[in-house]
């Protein structure tokens, strides 16, 4: 298999820029220590680009956060860091903080938690080159910061450089981040899911920005992601580490044409492929989870079923499930000027079907699904769901309304309240619209909890307690509480590694096709949408640009923009990727000239 991979150059050493000898690493809790990374040793080479994956819990951040010496006080550290042939394993805070950002840089997952939303970005930029040089001028450290800004690809710094960190899109908070990352020359970058929140044309951009960096600076950098697509885009070699050990190792190419062990092999068996849908539908090999959804309380299906009939009577009974018409939505903007984030789109969707909504960051797919549902109220336009239109409604009638439709948002952790148990967050719905109580409403959490493959006695834990998957169940178990007629899904699983999100999108499919609801699945996965739609619509700046069946827009677009979206998103294929990224490239600079 030909590769394009790239051979790291030694310059000004003779050994590995950064070496990892026997890595223990555990925290203490209540229960007594545990352990979180069991003894990895590795090294990364100077201009090598060194991928780190596996799924939540591997020990994969920990590892790579025990370098610069972020990890909390609770952590217990044994074994060898060294950053060419300083031990930084051996050092206090105080010597470590000279250490940080000349030595080793990080680039964090979401750079708006990074950022201080107080100062402006070229204040963060000149205290973090002026931390390191005490003698440098304020002017000289601003020359500087422009310097940088305009070597990440940030456009016109000069005029931008007092404007603050929401002021700016998420692309280019992350050209910030990386522009300090690399403020101080530092002999290896660390990137912590430097992509997950970007959409694939700016995650393309920010890919194509680290390589550069790698090949014009020779810096080394550490990838830890869960993407990999990204692995196969980016990486020279990928470890691959599961419960805190490391389980293969290998050239990017080697390792995904022939892994050896198993768990690398389920890893990427678990990675949706864009123009390659499985069959059923399923990434997981095992057969499909016969989903119960019978109630067998008596009350409870006695209960539900009278709400369903009342709720018949509000809507009509052949109509879509969604249908918006001509929607407008504006934000306001500076002064008197207004923003339009959604400019006239009209989309339905029918009873039973997934539609999927594509686009960049800012095109207005998530405030359209928030409209849908009336947590925006539009400009102008209409929504019908079920054929009734609830655009005007007042709050009190459009409540009896709310039972027809739900959501499942990206962060299932912003969304379910940390003091609550999960056996209230998940009653809530039912609590709210007055539905059940008693051992009837414990009849029906418990049942919700089956159908999303979670035991009773997860009732009575609280959020903190779950991992990412399984609060994502959680937050599918509480939408579905009502049993609502469309479901509106939000990224509902672009923060979780593949393994978990395979599982996840397979329980998915495995309920909506025993409820048989209607869904709205916003995503910036290309390759999940194909997995799941049965429609999609893609959005720029505001507007629909292209409707159509699955196969025809993801297979055959006519769209420019569409055309240009498939080819920016990354394939797990090494080989795929480099030619898919050259046409990409070349598409660009194309348009350009």
Known sequence: MSTDTHSPQVTGTTGPVLSISDLFISFKTEDGPVDAVKGISFDVQPGEILAIVGESGSGKSVTSMSVPGLLPKTSSIDGAR?????????????????????????????????????????????????????????????????????????????????????????????????????SCDPKIIIADEPTTALDVTVQAEILGLLRKLRDDLNT?????????????DLADRVLVMYQGEIVEQAPVAELFANPREEYTKNLLAAVPVLGSRPEGRR??????????????????????????????????????ALEIKDL???????????????????????????????????????????????????????????????????????????????????????TLDPKMTIGESVAEPLVL???LEGNALTSRVTELLDQVQLSGHYRNRYPHELSGGQRQRIAIARALALEP????????????????QAKVLDLFLDLQQSLN????????DLAVVDLLADRVAVMRKGQLVEVGERDQV????????????????????????????????????????
């Open 433 to 435: 619209h007055k539905v």
């Open 485 to 500: 007629k469309l479901l509106i899904a939000d990224e509902p699983t672009s923060a979780l590694d593949v393994s978990v």
């Open 82 to 182: 060294r950053v060419e042939d300083t031990d930084l394993g051996g050092l206090t805070d105080k010597q470590l903080r000279k250490h940080r950002g000349t030595d080793v840089a990080m680039i964090f997952q979401e750079p708006m938690t990074a950022l201080n939303p107080m100062y402006t970005i070229g204040w963060q930029l000149r205290e973090s080159l002026r931390a390191h040089n005490k003698d440098m001028s304020k002017a000289d450290a601003t020359e500087r910061a422009v310097e940088l800004l305009d070597l990440v690809g940030f456009p016109e710094p000069a005029k931008r450089i007092n404007q603050y960190p929401h002021q700016l899109s998420g692309g280019l908070r992350q050209r910030v981040v990386i522009a300090m990352a690399i």
């Open 517 to 524: 609801f209607a869904c709205l699945f916003i995503s910036h």
């Open 328 to 414: 407008v939505l504006e934000f306001p903007g500076r002064g008197r000027s207004k923003v339009r984030a959604v400019d006239g789109v009209s989309l339905s969707i029918e009873a039973g079907e997934i539609v999927g909504l594509v686009g960049e960051s800012g095109s207005g797919k998530s405030t359209v699904g928030r409209c849908a549902i009336r947590l925006l109220d539009p400009t102008a336009g209409s929504v019908h769901v079920g054929g009734r239109d609830i655009t005007t409604l007042s709050n009190k009638k459009l409540r009896p309304l709310r039972r027809y439709f739900s959501i499942v948002f990206q962060d299932p952790a912003s």
């Open 220 to 232: 080394a950098i550490v990838l830890i992601t869960h993407d990999m697509g990204v692995v196969a």
């Open 283 to 320: 990434l997981l090999e095992e057969q499909p989870t016969e989903v119960d959804t019978e109630i067998t309380d008596a009350e409870v299906a006695e209960r539900l079923k009278a709400v369903e009939e009342e709720l018949a009577s509000e809507v009509e009974a052949d109509a879509p």
């Open 554 to 593: 993801l297979h055959n677009p006519q769209h420019d923009y569409t055309k240009r979206l498939l080819a920016a998103a990354p394939v797990a294929d090494p080989t795929r990727q480099r030619e898919r990224r050259e046409a990409w490239e070349a598409s660009r600079y194309t348009k350009a000239e």
